[in-house]
């Protein structure tokens, strides 16, 4: 009798659960403990699959029901390098596209990111552990050297922090500095356009006196921020896609890319246009940003 | 045959590094030269207590013929806040003069810091020989720049001399008390809230054996030396065993006065490449970044 008194919620329980608490006490103690590894970079590798992107997989898939294309354009193995369009205020639009990443093909995006997030308190060493690093030539050529996936976003905050009537319209993409980089390390660049980021808060206005204040590139003005306070950080559910689009490969950059700057900008603007042709499709296949 | 002499000789890692030398067969001559006596003696080393501020120092490098000095003591030694500083660097810029006139001399070796390259949001994951050095206005990474500016004068009036800088991480161990060592023996480790620094360590007998690798080798010019791997603070401090105390960033500069360390180590950290130091000076440290921890640890307090 009281065998089966107890064996009623058991039924509930995942049949490995044992397995699964003892999993999760292993990793509590390595993490009290120290007990684990980090690369020269700072990342986090056990913190980042078990925590990290845990966290955001839940917002990606659910929240703003990611849909990914184009998986198989990117390198199973080897050095590469992947430029996307930048959007949404907040730079979510990184780790979305690193969750994706990792979630399909099992490897982690290197992210190139702005010294803002290394000032910053909190964000400076989680986006560390998060194996992201100052887009810089030094780091940039050390990645890739290393074989890993580097991810770099261009436009900066020219692209996350631009108006929302610009919204998918690709602001300047620097003097190229990512493909030098590629062609020196004999890596691939591989164009990525992300759809649904830049509804996530829509920016109207800027806030521009408070933002020199603080010293941060913007203060943005969305429908919700600030009128509805912290509430208003909470982004709008839209619909996102993500394409990756054939790689350019390294033997079509140009040689000796430091010589030849024109080159350069011209491979620049190529990939330029290539990303804001492949968001043009997309935003078509697509639809109506808030649809299902 | 060589006569050297080593400043800083009366501590870690001065101390072993002048033993050492006397044992080498092609060494005629160890001077050891440091502020006060060691506590136990050091075999083969003739010992010299004297400060390196005073003319002293430069008379024994005319009077014993030195061909090597290896000079430690700027930052190795410990701090007498801030006019006690400033005194070690005058003191380093007295025996460069004095090295620069001795016709005898041949090489010269200088301990310096990874402290040089500083440490800020700008700066690359990893710092390289060929990386700009900010010049530090403040502290030991101040000293440490000053240090190697005079040293880049002395390279040039006197070409044929030897120079060769290594920039060490912060030193660990069993009996280093260093400022960052000091701080890793602390009960209660006071943090920067909101940072989470990365650190890269440097064993004592390491520093020791690339010392003597630099000494006794014909390596040249400027070499980062620092154990493999990196750990960030928060791991560092519970591999030890010891509670983090976080402090908002605007007591900061009280803090690192206190502590005596770098700006921005302990906000953002400084990692260094050291692929130069396995190829060219032809060093491989036996301890990693972790394991130089771990020997602190059983070490104990204190």
């Not at chain 1, 204040?213 to 943005?220: E, F, S």
């Not at chain 2, 002499?5 to 080498?24: D, H, I, K, M, Y």
């Not at chain 2, 070499?223 to 519970?238: C, E, K, M, T, W």
């Amino acid at each position: 009798m009281a065998d089966q008194a107890w064996a009623g919620p058991a039924r509930w329980l995942p049949p490995d659960l044992d397995a699964r608490l003892a999993a999760g006490l292993a990793f509590l103690r390595r993490r009290v403990a120290g007990e684990y590894d980090i690369d020269d970079f700072g990342f986090d590798p056990e913190l980042t699959e078990n925590v990290l992107l845990p966290l955001i997989r839940p917002v990606a898939e659910k929240y703003f029901r990611l849909e990914v294309l184009g998986t198989e354009h990117l390198p199973a193995a080897g050095a590469g390098l992947v430029v996307a369009n930048h959007a949404g205020t907040i730079p979510i639009d990184a780790l979305i596209a690193q969750l994706a990443i990792y979630d399909r093909i099992g490897r982690h995006l290197r992210l190139l990111a702005a010294d803002l997030v290394f000032r910053l308190p909190v964000t400076a060493h989680l986006a560390r552990k998060a194996g992201h690093t100052l887009a810089c030539p030094e780091d940039t050529a050390r990645l890739l050297d290393a074989g890993e996936l580097v991810g770099v976003w261009p436009e900066g905050f020219k692209g996350v922090g631009k108006p929302f009537n610009q919204r998918y319209q690709l602001q300047r993409f620097g003097r190229g500095g990512f493909v030098t980089a590629a062609a020196r390390a004999g890596a691939s660049i591989i164009p990525c356009a992300i759809v649904g980021a830049e509804e996530t808060y829509p920016i109207v206005g800027d806030i521009t006196p408070l933002a020199r204040l603080l010293g941060l590139p913007y203060v943005p003005v969305t429908p919700t921020f600030p009128l509805l306070g912290p509430l208003g950080l909470v982004p709008l559910p839209s619909k996102w896609l993500i394409e990756f689009g054939p790689p350019i490969e390294s033997s079509d950059l140009p040689e000796a890319a430091e010589d030849d700057p024109l080159s350069v900008l011209d491979m620049t603007s190529q990939v330029r246009e290539t990303i804001q042709h492949m968001l043009y499709r997309l935003l078509e296949r697509r639809g109506p940003a808030f649809g299902f | 045959m060589r006569r050297i002499l080593v400043t800083g000789a009366g501590q870690v890692p001065g101390s072993a590094l002048a033993v050492r030398l006397g044992t080498e067969p092609d060494v005629e001559r160890v001077i050891g030269v440091d502020t006060f006596t060691p506590g136990d003696e050091l075999p083969g080393v003739s010992f010299v207590r004297a400060d390196v501020r005073t003319s002293l120092v430069g008379s024994l490098i005319e009077a014993e013929r030195i061909d090597t000095v290896v000079h430690l003591d700027a930052l190795s030694g410990p701090s007498g806040g801030g006019g006690g500083r400033e005194l070690a660097v005058i003191g380093t810029l007295q025996l460069l003069a004095a090295a620069q006139r001795a016709n005898s001399l041949q090489a010269i070796v200088v301990q310096s810091s990874t402290a040089v390259y500083g440490a800020g949001p700008n700066d690359p994951a990893l710092a390289t020989e060929e990386t700009p050095l900010p010049g530090a206005t403040s502290g030991r990474a101040r000293d440490a720049t000053e240090t190697e500016k005079y040293v880049a004068k002395l390279a040039e009036q006197r070409p044929e001399v030897r120079v060769c800088v290594l920039r060490f991480a912060p030193l660990a161990g069993p009996q280093v008390r260093t400022p960052f060592a000091r701080y890793l023996r602390r009960p209660i480790m006071p943090t920067v809230l909101g940072f989470d620094p990365r650190i890269q360590l440097l064993h004592e007998d390491d520093a020791v054996a690339a010392l003597l690798v630099a000494v006794l080798g014909g390596a040249v010019g400027t070499f980062n030396v620092a154990g493999d791997g990196v750990l960030y603070l928060s791991q560092a401090a519970r591999r030890l065993g010891r509670l983090s105390l976080p402090v908002p960033p605007p007591a900061l500069p009280w803090l690192i006065g206190r502590l005596d360390l770098p700006n921005g180590q302990l906000r953002y950290g400084r990692v260094v490449d050291t692929a130069r130091m396995t190829k060219e000076l032809g060093f491989r440290p036996a301890h990693t970044t972790a394991s130089a921890l771990e020997t602190l640890r059983e070490a104990g307090d204190g």
